[in-house]
């Protein structure tokens, strides 16, 4: 199984609601990440877990919450989100952090703040 | 630091024709090198990687790449292309330590056309 998967794959909220992202690999990866990527752009890192630790969050809005339950499973929370906040949420994982590791990414959520 | 440049924001080409899509890099240590292709609607899946070793890359659907020291590049290149090759395709590019993530080329919007 080389599949990570990731739900709900579109999202609409409003600007008070709460919601969750979620993503799941049964790789065996013990690093998995969080990207935004917004239209005709790159993806851009959010954050990153190793071993189900943070390890790197980079500057994100702390309406964005991630979790790591477990080394198959990595949430993000959202709460407050903000017109600007709408974009292609993707998820990916990879046997370890570093560079040289391949990362597999996930079909991704569309989330759409109103 | 690094950086990665994709020069074309477009390629239009016709189905059968060659084509490459350029990719340089800027980056103050050794790197790894990626090119991602992302289909509509759907996660970035690699295509190839250099990591060391031979400088030519072959990777999934006939797609090769060529690592280029003293020119900073990584190009991407296939002889003949496929309506089904029309996709947005990103360089990455890290640098070779542990802690350094992808860093992303704004892409390259290829359109293959009939």
């Known amino acids: 199984d080389t599949e990570v998967t990731q739900t709900p794959k579109h999202l609409v909220m409003g600007m008070t609601n709460k919601k969750s992202l979620k993503c799941e690999q049964h790789?065996?990866?013990?690093?998995m990440y969080w990207y935004k990527q917004k239209a005709k752009k790159p993806p851009e890192l959010m954050f990153v877990y190793s071993y189900e630790k943070l390890s790197i969050n980079e500057s994100v809005p702390s309406r964005f919450s991630p979790e790591c339950p477990n080394s198959s499973l990595l949430n993000l929370h959202l709460h407050a989100l903000q017109p600007e906040d709408s974009a292609l949420y993707l998820c990916?994982?990879?046997?370890?952090?570093?560079?040289?590791?391949?990362?597999?990414f996930g079909p991704g959520t569309r989330l759409t703040v109103l | 630091a690094q950086s990665v440049t994709q020069l074309d924001s477009q390629v239009p080409v016709f189905e059968e024709a060659p084509v490459e899509l350029r990719c340089n890099y800027s980056?103050?240590?050794?790197?790894?090198l990626f090119w991602y292709v992302q289909y509509p609607n759907q996660g970035l899946q690699l295509l190839l990687k250099y990591l060391s070793g031979s400088t030519l890359v072959k990777g999934i659907n006939g797609f090769e790449a060529e690592f280029n020291k003293s020119q900073t590049s990584f190009h991407l290149r296939k002889p003949s292309v496929h309506i089904s090759d029309t996709a947005e395709y990103f360089c990455?590019?890290?640098?070779?330590?542990?802690?350094?993530?992808?860093?992303f080329g704004g892409g390259t919007r290829l359109m293959v056309k009939p």
């Open positions: 990455a590019v890290s640098g070779n330590n542990a802690g350094n993530m992808l860093t």
């Open positions: 790789m065996g990866h013990r690093a």
């Open positions: 990916a994982s990879s046997q370890a952090q570093g560079s040289y590791n391949e990362q597999f």
């Open positions: 980056s103050s240590v050794s790197v790894y």
